[in-house]
């Protein structure tokens, strides 16, 4: 059995549920992980897309970023989208707002620039056979990968998607598209 839990403060966290429940071949429960307790019995994580200004300041309030510190420290994987990236970043360019800090990773947010809050397109990511549609909404780059993070996707000439060890990061929102192989790929990491 894996129990997935999608941290659901804020944000599409439901689109995840959804593209979860669609590739529930092996019995995948999920848990909605709102305060440290629900992490109990959490096999894996994801941090969806939101607002990371928002999301910073209510991991703080209710003491779930320092619990998901300790799980993913002690090796739980994890994965965030967009937003969930960006929390899980040690640097932010040019901004001091709370983080996870644990893929060493500095992120720009808004990179694609105000003008362009979302668009789609195909990216090739090294650990899929088959492109997937990235759909990038207000999207960060990664504008720095640490020694032992691989960039697995790139758009554009930059960045979108980053793996160290059983920590994921993508730019863009597999969850918003019917194609459930990230999803799928993340589940057996
Ligand atoms: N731009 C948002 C932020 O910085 C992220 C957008 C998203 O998650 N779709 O928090």
């Not at 620039?113 to 990038?136: I, N, R, W």
Request: with cysteine.
């Amino acid at each position: 059995m894996n129990r997935v839990g999608i941290v659901a403060l804020q944000g599409n966290f439901e689109k995840h549920a959804e593209a979860i429940r669609a590739c529930a071949h092996e019995g995948v429960e999920i848990q909605f992980v709102r305060t440290p307790q629900h992490l109990d019995g959490v096999d894996r994580l994801i941090i969806p897309g939101g607002e990371s200004t928002t999301v910073g300041i209510l991991m703080q309030r209710f003491g779930l970023g320092e619990a998901i510190q300790k799980v993913v420290r002690e090796g739980m994987p994890v994965w965030g989208t967009c937003m969930g990236m960006i929390m899980l970043a040690t640097d932010i360019e040019g901004n001091d707002q709370y983080r996870l800090r644990l893929l060493d990773i500095t992120v720009r947010r808004n990179a694609f620039g105000a003008q362009v809050h979302s668009f789609e397109a195909p990216v090739k990511v090294d650990v899929l056979t088959e492109p997937v549609m990235g759909v990038f909404i207000r999207a960060p780059i990664v504008s720095r990968v640490g020694d032992k993070v691989k960039s697995i996707a790139t758009f554009d000439g930059k960045c979108v998607a980053v793996q160290e060890g059983k920590m994921v990061g993508t730019s863009f929102h597999p969850e918003l598209t019917d194609d459930t192989s990230f999803h799928r790929w993340f589940l057996n990491l």
